[in-house]
T-cell receptor, first 113, second 115 residues
Framework: DAKTTQPPSMDCAEGRAANLPCNHS???????VYWYRQIHSQGPQYIIH???NNETNEMASLIITEDRKSSTLILPHATLRDTAVYYC??????????????FGKGTHLIIQP | NAGVMQNPRHLVRRRGQEARLRCSPM?????VYWYRQLPEEGLKFMVY????????ESGMPKERFSAEFPKEGPSILRIQQVVRGDSAAYFC?????????????FGNGTRLTVT
């Protein structure tokens, strides 16, 4: 079962920053926070992941609270092509292999023109 | 660098036939995962494989479904005697594995329709 809570849907105006929240209050010390998105009829797309420090890449920024119980994915300048379902996933990492991902229901982000 | 390749993109089978779904992981990736997405539902983990080994098949139905990842060639998800309830999108993902956390990268799926 997914260990994260996300709002089912959000709207954001094109060109503005989209801030997607995620609660993961039961996260363990060896668990990472991953974000993926799924655009209709495509495979999930990896966005970003982090452990405790904030992370930024060419797609987005990930802000993780100091207690690690919640995080926010930030798309700095949303475009219509960012309309998708966004999944926040807590993934254990045992260090010896590659554990899989458990997807919840995600947040359906709709970018409005 | 090509991404995860899945084929066919669309597959139609009659009830009782066999379906074979193929997945070529990204270059250098030795870990493969299969997921299923039923219409209007979320992604469900099926199986996790490394070369020639099934590591975790806890999400696989007990009957009719099997998966392999041979030393050479793509990973194959095989569904025998398909039924209408098998109609879904099947996604494959691959990752590097190893001592550091490695994201899963997904293909665009095979959409299986059972008539």
């Amino acid at each position: 079962d997914a260990k994260t809570t996300q709002p089912p849907s959000m709207d954001c105006a094109e060109g503005r920053a989209a801030n997607l929240p995620c609660n993961h209050s039961t996260i363990s010390g060896n668990e990472y926070v991953y974000w993926y998105r799924q655009i209709h009829s495509q495979g999930p797309q990896y966005i970003i992941h982090g452990l405790k420090n904030n992370e930024t890449n060419e797609m987005a920024s990930l802000i993780i609270t100091e207690d690690r119980k919640s995080s926010t994915l930030i798309l700095p300048h949303a475009t219509l092509r960012d309309t998708a379902v966004y999944y926040c996933i807590v993934r254990p990492y045992s260090g010896g292999g590659a554990d899989g991902l458990t997807f919840g229901k995600g947040t359906h982000l709709i970018i409005q023109p | 660098n090509a991404g995860v390749m899945q084929n066919p993109r669309h597959l139609v089978r009659r009830r009782g036939q066999e379906a074979r779904l193929r997945c070529s992981p990204m270059k250098g990736h030795s870990h493969v995962y299969w997921y299923r997405q039923l219409p209007e539902e979320g992604l469900k983990f099926m199986v996790y494989l490394q070369k020639e080994n099934i590591i975790d098949e806890s999400g696989m139905p007990k009957e009719r479904f099997s998966a392999e990842f041979p030393k050479e060639g793509p990973s194959i998800l095989r569904i025998q005697q398909v039924v209408r309830g098998d109609s879904a999108a099947y996604f494959c993902a691959s990752s590097l594995g190893g001592p550091r956390p490695s994201p899963l990268h997904f293909g665009n799926g095979t959409r299986l329709t059972v008539t």
